[in-house]
């Protein structure tokens, strides 16, 4: 059972290129949640879903977008990249709550730099 | 204003102290509180959660939520160079979200 899986681990990007990072779960869990973490900010959420097709924003959207065209998988895509979003990026998924467990599987994250 | 605030450390602290972990917050409307541990290079996982207010307490942890005062707390006894880590408060009131402070980080010297 691997949990939540993001690929890739560490890249580096030039300006203006675009990339796509993958997550994946296999716990059959509903919500999935794409955060960036950056020191001093926490965790900010980007973009969230809360099941196969459908997609939502979080506090911080601008520049990325997503897609779940599968229930286990949740794309993120830089269109442009900038300086601006290096980053540590973390991939999350929890069940849909019907008691008080609220817990969020968290990936390992992705190390992206935007040179 | 963020939504959560946490002192982001570091706190150092010998081995077999007691830790106090803290959070605050401004949306009166979260019900759900929840610690998360972090090691470096790794993602986070949930330590501990509670729903309204009161104690909760897990082995040598202890959560505490005082909503009146919008106030979180994290207690580590007997703390271990093991604990060393950076601890992520989270609060949210739907699942939908989660809302996270920034984490505040531990050092345990043996």
């Known amino acids: 059972n691997a949990g939540v899986t993001q690929t890739p681990k560490f890249r580096v990007l030039k300006t203006g290129q675009s990339m796509t990072l993958l997550c994946a779960q296999d716990?059959?869990?509903?919500?999935m949640y794409w955060y960036r973490q950056d020191p001093g900010m926490g965790l900010r959420l980007i973009h969230y879903?809360?099941?196969?097709?459908?997609?939502a924003k979080g506090e911080v959207p601008d520049g990325y977008n997503v897609s779940r065209l599968k229930k286990q998988n949740f794309l993120l895509g830089l269109e442009s990249a900038a300086p601006s979003q290096t980053s540590v990026y973390f991939c999350?998924?929890?069940?849909?709550?019907?008691?008080?467990?609220?817990?969020?599987?968290f990936g390992q994250g992705t190390r992206l730099t935007v040179v | 204003q963020k939504e959560v605030e946490q002192d982001p450390g570091p706190l150092s602290v010998p081995e077999g102290a007691i830790v106090s972990l803290n959070c605050t917050y401004s949306?009166?409307?979260?019900?759900?509180f929840m610690w998360y541990r972090q090691y470096s290079r790794k993602g986070p996982e949930l330590l501990m959660y509670?729903?309204?207010?009161g104690n909760k307490e897990d082995g040598r942890f202890t959560a505490q939520v005082d909503k009146s005062s919008k106030y979180i707390s994290l207690f580590i006894r007997d703390s271990q160079p093991s604990d060393s880590a950076t601890y992520l408060c989270?609060?949210?009131?739907?699942?939908?979200?989660?809302?996270f402070g920034s984490g505040t980080k531990l050092n345990v010297k043996p």
């Open positions: 999350a998924s929890t069940k849909i709550r019907t008691d008080m467990n609220t817990e969020a599987f």
């Open positions: 716990m059959n869990h509903e919500y």
């Open positions: 879903s809360v099941g196969e097709g459908t997609t």
């Open positions: 949306n009166s409307a979260f019900q759900y």
């Open positions: 509670t729903y309204s207010s």
């Open positions: 989270a609060m949210s009131y739907n699942f939908n979200k989660f809302y």
